[in-house]
């Protein structure tokens, strides 16, 4: 599909799907028919993935989640993982709770659910 410089920004925060509200689509690259396609089939698979990140994310307790840790446990890419995660600390769902080095050495941030206070987790 091409562009011209008058179609308005390149990515949407949704509303170019037939009947659909902005609110419900992920955004999207305007000027791609595929990207448009992706975002319609991700607006009901968003809502689960986030319950089941969020999920694992409780379910380890006062220990907290990194994103390697959460991406082990759901078996998904790191892209997926850390959308969904970023998602719900934008809610206010889960939060910072300091640092722990990942299995490659590097410092990683945990993440807990809200009203979790965190176990002992080591400073950079």
């Known amino acids: 599909m091409r562009r011209d410089k008058d179609d308005g920004p390149l990515f ?20 791609s028919d595929t990207s448009l396609a992706a975002a319609v089939s991700m607006r009901h698979a968003r809502a689960r993935q986030e319950a089941e990140v969020l999920r694992v994310i409780v379910a380890s307790g006062q220990a907290g989640m990194t994103d390697k840790q959460i991406e082990a446990a759901t078996g998904w890419a790191h892209e997926a993982v850390s959308a969904r995660r970023n998602a719900l600390m934008n809610k206010g ?6 640092r722990r080095l990942n299995p490659t050495g590097r410092s990683a941030v945990v993440w807990c659910a809200r009203g979790r206070a965190p176990a002992a987790v080591s400073g950079e």
């Open 93 to 98: 769902l889960i939060h910072d709770v300091g």
């Open 12 to 31: 949407s925060r949704g509303g170019s799907g037939p009947g659909i509200p902005d609110d419900e689509l992920p955004p999207f690259n305007r000027g």
